[in-house]
C-alpha cells in the first residue's frame, strides 16, 4: 500500500518561499508515476501546482509556473515543492499525489494534506 | 487556465439520484477523455470516483457513474446515501498538457 506524506512549515511570512516535502513509502518515487502537488485554499477549490516524473520532467501551472519549482531526491524517495515570493493567496492546505501514467489526473494515492499559512 | 464550472451546490434526499456538471471547453472536456472525478470530506484526502470520464476504480460503488457530451461531463449517484454527502471535483487534461480541476460542489443529502 502507498502511501504519501506531506511535511514542512506551518508557517511563512509573505515574500518567502514555502518548502513542502512529500515522502513516498510502500512505493518507489522512481515508478512509472508522474507525482503531482495540489493545493486547496481555506474555502476554495482545488489547485493544481505541478508535477514530476522521476526523470526529472516537470509541468507547471500556468497562473503558478514563475514562482514553482517541483523537484525529487531518489536517496530520499521524496518530491519538494518550492513556491517563492507567497502572499496571504498562497494559504492553502498543499497535498501530493500520485498520478497513474498515461492518464492525466487520475490520482490513485494522496496525502493527507498539510496546511501552510503565509502571515507576518 | 481558468477553473472548469460546476454548480456550487446540490441536494437529494436519500434514494434519489443527482447529477453535477463539470463544463469546459474544446481545449479540456471537449477534447480528451481524461476527465476524473473526485470525492472530498473535509479533512481528508480527496478520494478518486471516476477516471476517463466512466471507469469506476476498484472498490468505488457502482452507484456512481460518469458520461460526457461536448464540452460538458456528468457525475452521477443513484440512490443517494448520507455518507455521500461531500464536495465533488472534476478534473480534465488540456491542450497544453496541464491538468486543470473544477470549481467543486457540495453535495447535501437532505
Known amino acids: 500500500q502507498v502511501q504519501l506524506q506531506e511535511s514542512g512549515p506551518g508557517l511563512v511570512k509573505p515574500s518567502g518561499t514555502l518548502s513542502l516535502t512529500c515522502g513516498v513509502s510502500g512505493g518507489s518515487i522512481s515508478s512509472r508515476n508522474w507525482w503531482s502537488w495540489v493545493r486547496q485554499p481555506p474555502g476554495k477549490g482545488l489547485e493544481w501546482i505541478g508535477e514530476i516524473y522521476h526523470s526529472g520532467s516537470t509541468k507547471y501551472n500556468p497562473s503558478l509556473k514563475s514562482r514553482v519549482t517541483i523537484s525529487v531526491d531518489k536517496s530520499k524517495n521524496q518530491l519538494s515543492l518550492e513556491l517563492s515570493s507567497v502572499t496571504a493567496a498562497d494559504t492553502a492546505v498543499y497535498y501530493c499525489?500520485?498520478?497513474?501514467?498515461?492518464?492525466?489526473?487520475?490520482?490513485?494515492?494522496w496525502g493527507q494534506g498539510t496546511l501552510v499559512t503565509v502571515s507576518s | 487556465q481558468s477553473a472548469l464550472t460546476q454548480p456550487a451546490s446540490v441536494s437529494g434526499s436519500p434514494g434519489q439520484s443527482i447529477t453535477i456538471s463539470c463544463t469546459g471547453t474544446?481545449?479540456?472536456?471537449?477534447?480528451?477523455?481524461?476527465v476524473s472525478w473526485y470525492q472530498h470530506h473535509p479533512g481528508k484526502a480527496p478520494k478518486l470516483m471516476i477516471y476517463e470520464v466512466s471507469n469506476r476504480p476498484s472498490g468505488v460503488s457502482n452507484r456512481f457513474s460518469g458520461s460526457k457530451s461536448g464540452n460538458t461531463a456528468s457525475l452521477i449517484i443513484s440512490r443517494l446515501q448520507a455518507e455521500d454527502e461531500a464536495d465533488y471535483y472534476c478534473?480534465?487534461?488540456?491542450?497544453?498538457?496541464?491538468?486543470?480541476f473544477g470549481g467543486g460542489t457540495k453535495l447535501t443529502v437532505l
Open positions: 474544446s481545449s479540456d472536456v471537449g477534447g480528451y477523455k481524461y
Open positions: 499525489a500520485r498520478g497513474v501514467t498515461m492518464d492525466p489526473g487520475r490520482f490513485d494515492y
Open positions: 478534473s480534465s487534461y488540456t491542450s497544453i498538457s496541464t491538468l486543470v
